[in-house]
């Protein structure tokens, strides 16, 4: 069950107007508790100054008949057991009923809240009425002080207001406030998320607006903007990828296509056998390139394939010994050990592809070294002495489908996806493929980190 609404300026305005409201309530609460009993005691002590103050008087028979209230104590009074008044106020506008409200034991406090006529007011006002019997030489009489509890009572009233009105008021402004402040704030958001339902697959080109505040959504919309960039430019490569994967793919498909076409229309003057071995070594190139192509793709997919412990050494060795009857003569320069933690299929493959594009360009030798660096890394370097790269193409022969103009020269057979896939095997590797400066040809330098053992 869901208790908050799914809307986040909804529920920040929900959750600041509970905060509010709590605070409120709790506010109000300790007010109403403390505050009155608070009021209510600063008179009593006031009253009950002056009355222990007269009673003093009155039991060292030095009691005055007209007696002197201080502010804010409007009526004091001494009177016998009979009901004689022996002192009280000068001026006295209050008059009081005493006979119901006399104290019983002497030298004790006694406090009651009454209503009495005042002769300022219409009505009746509302007292806080103390009296003390208290013995003199004279006998027992009874001394009353009163003040009145008008400014408290309109005290707690104004807090009974801003309690049951004044609060339900603010928690609204609260509400209204936060609406109009999130609503503001979200406002960028919201063009944002606007922008971002237009953007579609066939046009990345588009970029959400950047708010110039500096703050959290600024940074929001600008990585949504970089974010755009890399796919636009993943969606390009993408386009561009399949677009040379068809021209490559198309190319030895029609000139199969064309052989068998030709060998089927005169099929007594063909010679099947050489037209066979055309027609399989176009098919083995159609090959190359759909493995590397599924390769590539299940690279770009983040697909991880077994890996174990491999020896680069072997791995190397193994490739010299495959091609002993190579073209070039390739020297080896190998460590007596080189592990680290990989596919053994994908680091096969890219040594296969630096050898083959060391085979197409070499001149006389290509020299294939392996060698472990510092005990964290594993560097195989393939050298070669042929034209070389220059310095501006170096990272464009990386790129997918990419053949520089040599190498079509030598070799037309080549797809252009060899050093591409040996480079996002690398990647995938936690290593490096690079192209260092060298004179005359090629050097290829792969870095990979070695492995360190469980």
């Known amino acids: 069950m869901r208790i908050f609404p799914r809307s986040i300026r909804a529920r920040l305005t929900a959750i600041a107007t509970a905060i509010a409201a709590l605070v409120v309530f709790a506010t109000s609460t300790f007010m109403l508790v403390t505050v009155p009993d608070n009021l209510r005691d600063v008179v009593r002590d006031r009253v009950e100054v002056s009355v222990r103050r007269i009673a003093s008087d009155a039991r060292a028979g030095e009691l005055s008949t007209a007696l002197q209230a201080p502010a804010r104590v409007h009526f004091l009074e001494v009177v016998t057991p009979s009901g004689d008044v022996l002192a009280s106020t000068t001026g006295r506008d209050v008059h009081w009923k005493l006979k119901a409200f006399r104290p019983a034991e002497p030298d004790k406090l006694y406090v009651k809240e009454a209503w009495a006529p005042h002769e300022r007011n219409a009505g009746e006002t509302h007292f806080l009425v103390m009296a003390m019997s208290v013995p003199t030489p004279n006998g027992l009489v009874a001394v009353y002080g009163a003040s009145s509890l008008t400014d408290v009572d309109r005290a707690i009233r104004w807090f009974e207001i801003q309690t049951f009105v004044i609060a339900p008021l603010i928690l609204a402004s609260v509400m209204g406030i936060t609406w109009l402040v999130v609503g503001s704030a979200l406002r960028p958001v919201e063009r944002i998320r606007s922008k971002l339902a237009e953007i579609t697959g066939q046009d990345l080109s588009r970029r959400v607006p950047v708010p110039d505040t500096g703050d959290e959504i600024t940074l929001l919309a600008a990585t949504t903007n970089d974010t755009l960039d890399r796919l636009e430019r993943s969606a390009e490569t993408q386009r561009r990828f399949v677009a040379d994967a068809s021209h490559e793919l198309r190319s030895p498909i029609a000139a199969l296509r064309t052989q068998l076409e030709v060998a089927n229309a ?15 070594a176009a098919v083995d ?5 759909i493995d590397e192509l599924l390769m590539l793709a299940r690279l770009d997919a983040g697909a991880v394939a ?13 490739q010299v010994r495959r091609r002993g009857d190579a073209r070039v003569a390739i020297v080896p320069d190998l460590c007596a050990s080189a592990p680290v933690h990989g596919s053994p299929v994908q680091l096969d493959r890219i040594l296969t592809n630096l050898l083959d594009n060391a085979t197409r360009h070499a001149e006389t030798r290509i020299d294939l070294e392996v060698a472990v660096e510092d005990d964290r890394w594993v560097v195989v370097t393939v050298t070669d002495d042929g034209e070389g790269i220059a310095p501006e193409d ?15 020269a030598k070799d ?20 490096t493929l690079t192209i260092a400066d060298h004179s005359p040809g090629a050097r290829f330098v792969l870095v990979l980190p070695s492995y360190q053992g469980a």
Do not use: N, Y
């Open 266 to 280: 005169i099929p007594e003057e063909t010679d099947w056998s050489a037209t066979g071995a055309r027609a399989l």
């Open 285 to 289: 190139r159609l090959t190359g390139i």
């Open 306 to 318: 077994p890996r174990r412990v491999v020896d680069m050494c072997r791995l190397a060795a193994e």
């Open 394 to 408: 170096r990272e464009r022969v990386f790129e997918r489908f990419t053949r520089l103009d040599s190498a079509k």
């Open 412 to 431: 037309q057979s080549g797809s252009g996806l060899g050093l591409p896939l040996s480079r996002e095997i690398a990647l995938s590797h936690g290593g």
